[in-house]
């Protein structure tokens, strides 16, 4: 389609040109060297979604570079599971203060990577500080012994402790640079582990940039590995030699990962896609929800796992809110540059365009109208593309259905609550969803019948993923596992009961009371004496 001059437009080629986004590699020489490769090891130069010009060429990894990096990471996560858990807090709270500080470095560096506007990166840095004061906070009650009622009331006291897995593995994807590796990086850190990284080779710099920051918090030598290279070789090698293995991406990728982890017996987290619902009840003000829709479909070019994609509107409003939404759609800034006149960036990669071009075109060829947007913006850059919203998407077209991870949401009328519900959970997903209503008891009481991981109740997203205490993850094919959390850093921990009997050995100079005294009772009594004891213990209502 031709290009729609409805959309201010700031990226003016004439005065940014290419040049101005590519690295010279001096500029990143410190980083590059923190990829665990050989000498004269093979490069891989990604391309900025800006202008589709090369940003630097980073060494690759191979799998013998995955194991060298896994045998040191081991070695040194030995010494640091032994360090008080407060030097392990302290490198958090120093990342909180350094990421703020550093911010202006590592925004540029997103934007040139993942291509988002500045304002979505800034989301990204924000998430590590609220990721980092969290841990900090709460490390030491998450991973306090637990004490739990014992076999024998009084003489036994049971214990549950968590140690560290040892080497975590995290495998991330290129739509949160920053978030979906050091934010996973930092609950492992602190729970004793140290962790083998390895980035989307697309923002490897980023990955980099975030373990050089480590390093100037303090993060001893050898506990963050960072390895570059493709998914199946060296993403698998992560895996292979991983004793906890998070992955982010999509499902058709997370079942490999999955398999493989099995095979191996060691857990995974597995956070995967998602085709998340919207329901806009009846009673709410359309223009507070258009412009809550805008930021929930459009934030990061809508490549956010948890960003909506299907909006089912209440009949009575419904007219009322595509206009103003279409309307608010048509306002944002799209563009390029590292500052923040734009509010929508490009999509990462020509893959990705390639993905929304397909379903939206399905979806009209299906029947379905653009009521904004549907636009390849060459005049931007490579890959930009038109905030769209669609309506009369029919089952039949693939964006009904699949995720498209791009700037483009169908919206569908319904006639009421139910049928919002009904509509929602007819998924395979059940990552995120958000629910807008005047009446936020409605809204929390609708919310638990949605099959989901998370539900906003009047936001899109960031009310529960900011929420840093609650666990997020998905259900069905969205995944298995969570981050954030005491769940998430549970995730990379093992556990382990030790119950100590006490008496054993002789009680206040008497004899000793240990389990071996009700043997001593003989077989035929001690079934009679301990059926009795159960039954006294249950009259006592012990747990
Ligand atoms: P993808 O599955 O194609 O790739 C994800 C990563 O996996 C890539 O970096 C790739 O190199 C790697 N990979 C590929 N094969 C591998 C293998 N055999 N072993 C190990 N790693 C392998 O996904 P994508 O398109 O790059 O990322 C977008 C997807 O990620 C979307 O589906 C999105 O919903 C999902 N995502 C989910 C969350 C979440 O928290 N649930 C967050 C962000 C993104």
Not at 40 to 67: E, N, Q, R
Not at 140 to 152: F, H
């Amino acid at each position: 389609m031709a290009h729609d001059p409805g959309h201010a437009e700031l990226h003016d080629p004439e005065t940014d040109p290419l040049a101005t986004y590519v690295l010279e590699p001096d500029d990143v020489r410190t980083l590059l060297d923190r990829v665990v490769a050989s000498p004269g090891a093979a490069t891989h130069t990604s391309h900025a979604p800006f202008t589709g010009g090369p940003i630097a060429a980073v060494p690759l990894s191979t799998p013998d570079d995955v194991a060298r990096a896994a045998r040191r990471a081991r070695a040194a996560q030995r010494l640091w599971a032994a360090r008080p858990l407060r030097d392990r807090i302290a490198v958090l709270s120093r990342v909180h203060d350094l990421v703020l500080e550093r911010q202006g470095e590592v925004l540029d560096l997103i934007q040139l990577e993942a291509g988002k506007a500045r304002v979505s990166a800034f989301e990204e840095v924000c998430d590590i500080a609220i990721v980092a004061r969290h841990y900090a906070a709460r490390a030491g009650r998450y991973l306090a012994p637990r004490r739990v009622p014992g076999l024998i009331p009084g003489l036994t006291t049971t214990k549950v402790l968590r140690h560290p897995v040892g080497v975590v593995g995290i495998v991330a994807p290129w739509n949160f640079p920053l978030t979906l590796t050091l934010g996973d990086v930092l609950p492992a850190l602190v729970a004793g582990n140290a962790v083998l990284l390895r980035p989307d080779p697309q923002t490897s710099l980023t990955a980099l940039w975030a373990a050089e920051l480590l390093e100037d918090a303090g993060l001893p030598e050898g506990l963050l590995q960072v390895v570059v290279g493709d998914g199946p070789t060296v993403g698998a090698a992560v895996v292979e030699h991983a004793d906890h293995v998070s992955f982010t991406g999509s499902t058709r990728t997370g079942r490999v990962v999955a398999a493989q982890a099995g095979e191996r017996l060691v857990p995974a987290t597995l956070e995967l896609g998602g085709k998340n619902p919207m329901y806009v009840a009846s009673d709410v003000d359309v223009e507070v929800v258009a412009e809550g829709a805008v930021r929930a479909c459009f934030v990061g070019t809508g490549q956010v796992c948890v960003s909506i994609e299907r909006i089912y509107v209440h009949e009575d409003v419904a007219d009322e809110f595509l206009d103003a939404f279409a309307r608010r759609a048509r306002g944002l800034r799209l563009g390029a540059g590292l500052d923040y006149r734009s509010d929508v960036g490009s999509l990462t990669s020509a893959a990705q365009l390639a993905t929304v071009v397909e379903h939206v075109e399905d979806a009209i060829g299906h029947g379905a109208t653009v009521l904004t947007g549907g636009v390849h913006r060459t005049d931007l850059g490579p890959w930009f593309y038109e905030p769209t919203i669609l309506t009369d998407v029919p089952p039949e077209a693939r964006l009904f259905r699949e995720e498209t991870f791009g700037p483009v949401v169908a919206v569908y009328r319904v006639a009421s609550d139910d049928e919002a519900v009904a509509a929602m959970n007819d998924s395979e997903f059940g990552l995120n969803a958000s629910i807008w209503t005047a009446d936020t008891r409605r809204g929390a009481a609708l919310a638990a019948r949605v099959r989901a991981g998370s539900v906003n109740v009047n936001e899109g997203y960031v009310s529960t993923w900011g929420s840093m205490g609650a666990p997020q993850g998905g259900t069905g094919a969205s995944g298995l596992g969570h981050r954030h959390g005491r769940e998430g850093l549970w995730e990379t921990t093992r556990l382990q009961t030790v119950a100590v009997q006490h008496g054993v050995h002789g009680l206040l100079g008497g004899p000793g009371v240990g389990l071996h005294r009700l043997f001593d009772l003989g077989t035929e009594t001690w079934p009679r004496v301990y059926t009795q004891a159960l039954r006294a213990m249950k009259a006592a209502r012990l747990p």
